[in-house]
């Protein structure tokens, strides 16, 4: 498992995944990583596209090995 890529703003996503109570295992939606975007706004107040820069995270979570896409709908699962 590589951490090719992984930023402060890839940890800042993966705390809030984490704080939302998922765990390995766990499936989650795209919308429900959005609910974090006022506390990223928060820790980012210079970006103005939370939302993009959440998607890029989780892609690089991915690629990371510690998500994997469960389909093309928003729907992800922790490994």
Known sequence: MGSEGWTKWTDAVWDCIQLMGFVSGSEFTLED??????????????????KDKIRQQ???????????????QGNYRII
């Open 58 to 72: 989780l892609q690089v979570m991915k690629d990371c090995g510690k998500l994997e896409f469960i389909d093309n």
């Open 33 to 50: 990583i959005y609910s974090a975007e006022a506390v990223l706004q928060r820790i980012y107040p210079e970006n103005s596209h939370i």
